[in-house]
């Protein structure tokens, strides 16, 4: 859920809330449904808090697209009719009826195509044998499998199957793991191993060879991930960020020397760890008080935010010197900056007020912020 970004701005004198950024849902929420963004509005005398929840509806702004323009498949002649060959599987960042709805392959005399739901709702494809395959007749098949949303009006990717008929592969690599689950802690270095994963096959020889890739990746996770081909560790890439994203799916593909594949998930809960300090925000201020208000009289109301989860955000506040003034919690995260006693402007006709605003992390962050008041006459 993204707030960090000001996409929308209130208009003071007509109460309307206008947008003063373009929202890209793609960007803002990734694949996510659902994609609510979430304001705060502070209203005074009396102060009240309002909670605004924003959804941003998707259009189909994005079309399918194939990890790679050509999907490269060997195939054995000895392979019986019915075999099934698994496709790369289309991205399209849009979500609901406007992601990927269907698969179609041009016609051929050899294979027709089988699409099917994973278990995480994802479509996929696998080419079936519906002829058997004869080197001796033909070596080589191109066929092309398009991918097509359920937008209005649709829009379709496509890629290139080139298939090598070439002798019996029979045994796919397996997994040691079905799904992959690691806990990483953010601002985790470049270049760390995450995880590694790891397939075998029973086959020899080229056959036996496993190479790894990723077969599905979005957003920020083909931007944080990378994967070695040959080993199968998966590396940081770049910057992660609790706050920027707290969990990533990825889908890692093992294939042999020809084309035969199987694949796993890997699920990365990123771990929070307190590198954000409170911010203090002055939501209002008195710049003068009269030296006869009654102890108690409100001069300020401050806001204070973490942009750090569970006990990291968890922030108090305080005023580092001796004066006349408190601070009183009020709603969430607010307080109520008050007089204590009687102010007298012949004694002290202004005052610096340091406020400091710590968390619960361990250790803690803490900022400071100075406001300046000014004591006037009766």
């Known amino acids: 859920m993204a707030t960090a970004r000001e996409f929308f701005e209130l208009n003071i004198q007509t109460g309307e809330l206008v947008i003063s950024e373009r929202v890209d849902r793609e960007v803002v929420c990734g694949s996510k449904s659902s994609c609510p963004l979430k304001y705060e509005l502070v209203l005074e005398n009396p102060l009240e808090l309002h909670g605004i929840l924003l959804q941003v509806q998707d259009i189909n702004d994005n079309s399918p697209q194939f990890p790679n323009d050509e999907i490269k498949l060997s195939i054995p002649e000895s392979a019986v009719k019915g075999a099934r060959f698994h496709l790369d599987v289309a991205q399209d960042s849009d979500v609901g009826r406007n992601s990927i709805q269907s698969y179609s392959l041009e016609k051929n005399g050899h294979f027709s195509l089988s699409v099917q739901t994973n278990a995480d709702r994802v479509k996929y494809c696998e080419l079936v044998l519906d002829k058997e395959l004869d080197r001796e007749e033909q070596q080589e098949l191109t066929l092309l499998l398009t991918a097509v949303d359920g937008g209005a009006p649709q829009k379709s990717g496509s890629a290139t199957i080139h298939v090598t008929v070439l002798d019996a592969n029979d045994n796919r690599p397996v997994f040691s793991e079905p799904v992959y689950k690691v806990s990483l802690p953010e601002n985790t270095p470049i270049g760390t ?140 995260k607010y307080y109520s900056l008050v007089t204590t006693s009687e102010l007298d402007r012949e004694q002290i006709t202004d005052y610096n007020i340091t406020l400091i605003a710590t968390d619960e992390g361990n250790p803690p962050l803490s900022s400071s912020k100075t406001v300046h008041l000014c004591v006037r006459c009766k």
């Open 193 to 332: 191993v995450a995880v590694s994963v790891s397939a075998t096959d029973a086959d020899e020889g080229t056959n036996g060879e496993v190479t790894y890739e990723f077969s599905l990746k979005s957003g920020k996770a083909a931007e944080n991930f990378a994967i070695d081909k040959m080993t199968g560790a998966i590396k940081v890439a770049g910057p992660i960020d609790f706050e920027d994203e707290a969990d990533y799916e990825i889908r890692v593909q093992a294939k042999d020397g020809f084309g035969l594949a199987s694949s796993a998930k890997v699920i990365m809960n990123i771990i929070d760890v307190n590198d954000n300090a409170p911010v203090i925000n002055i939501k209002s201020l008195k710049n003068a008080v009269p030296e006869n208000a009654a102890p108690g009289t409100e001069v300020g109301i401050i806001n204070v935010q973490d942009e750090d989860s569970d006990r990291n955000s968890q922030v108090h506040c305080s005023i580092q010197q001796n004066v006349p003034f408190k601070l009183i919690p009020s709603i969430k």
